[in-house]
Every structure is written in C-alpha cells, then in structure tokens.
C-alpha cells in the first residue's frame, strides 16, 4: 500500500508560518536594504552604522549591496527549517518565534534608517536594536519551544509542507500522464 500525504500538512494549513515568512523578508530583506540606500544616499555612506554594510557598498555598488542582503536574507530565515526539518519533536511554535524575532529587526531597523535619513534624532540606538533582536531570537524561540512541548502540533513547518504539496502535485502530474497513455 502506498503512503499516502497527509491531508494537513499542506503548506496552506500553516500560512501563519508562511506570513511570518514573508513579513521577515519583507522587513529585514527588502525593507531595510532600500531604507539603508535611502539614508546612504541623503545622509552619505559614513551615516551608515554597519562597516560590513559600507565595505560591501563602496566595493560591490548598491545593486550587488541588494542582491547580498536579499540571498542572506532567505538564508538565514532558511537554514534552521532546513536543519530542523528532520526533528522528530514540534518546533512550529519555536520556528516562528524566531521568524517573528526578524520581522520585529527589520520593522526597527527600517524605522532607524528612516530616522536617519531625515537627520531626525534616533529613538533608539542601533546597539540597542541588536540587543532586543538578540534578547528576542532567544526569548521567543523558548517560548515557541514551550508551547510546542505543551501542545504538540501536528503540523509541519512550512518549508517541508510546501515539498509535501509539490510531492502531491507531481503524484497528480504522473497520474494524469499515466491515464492519457491508456487512451
């Protein structure tokens, strides 16, 4: 008997994940990468707070800055799906703790590049900014981690869900393709 796909653990069924996903991206990819432009070229290169963000600039131009921030971006919301993936305990909790840790970092740092951009007196400082990202990443994956202990979702997280759905499309595929050879 062939082992069929359960039914809930399509991608869909853990948008909120997706969301998390996408809201991440958003914000600490593309957000604060074009705020970061913005305040570079009304404020100058110096203005900007991160060496690792003027070397890559000054060296590579704006357009590779952006293409480096985007890939490390997917990457970094990447990798621990991927290295968690094959975890036999829930970590969909703990996963979007983390996720969430992102999207509140970008969300600040677009805000402070924003600030900066219009020479406005930054509400919070960039190293203060790093510590609440790191108190975060640290309180939110435990929490998420607590919960998934205490509820024990049965669902996957998103990456491993959008597989199983491309797993049940190409099962579709072969099906169709097997039926029109008969005819």
């Not at 990819?29 to 432009?37: H, N, Q, R, V, Y």
């Not at 669902?155 to 499309?169: E, P, R, S």
Request: hydrophobic share 55%; proline share 3%.
């Amino acid at each position: 008997m062939e082992n069929e796909l359960h039914p809930f653990l399509s991608f869909w069924y853990t948008r909120f994940q997706g969301a998390l996903f996408l809201l991440a991206l958003l914000t600490y990819g593309f957000g604060d990468a074009l705020t970061s432009i913005m305040m570079i070229e009304r404020q100058g290169l110096m203005r900007e707070g991160n060496a690792i963000v003027r070397y890559i600039i000054s060296y590579y131009g704006i357009a590779n800055f952006i293409e480096i921030k985007i890939w490390f971006t997917i990457l970094i919301l990447l990798v621990p799906l991927i290295l968690f993936s094959k975890k036999k305990e829930p970590i969909y909790w703990m996963i979007n703790g983390y996720l969430a840790s992102f999207f509140i970092l970008g969300t600040l740092a677009m805000i402070l590049n924003l600030q900066a951009a219009a020479n406005v007196p930054l509400f919070l400082q960039p190293q203060h900014v790093i510590l609440i990202f790191i108190s975060l990443i640290l309180i939110l994956t435990n929490i998420g981690e607590i919960i998934d202990k205490m509820t024990y979702p049965m669902m996957m997280n998103y990456f491993d869900c959008a597989l199983n759905d491309l797993l049940i499309v190409l099962k579709f595929i072969k099906t169709q393709e097997k039926k029109l050879s008969h005819w």
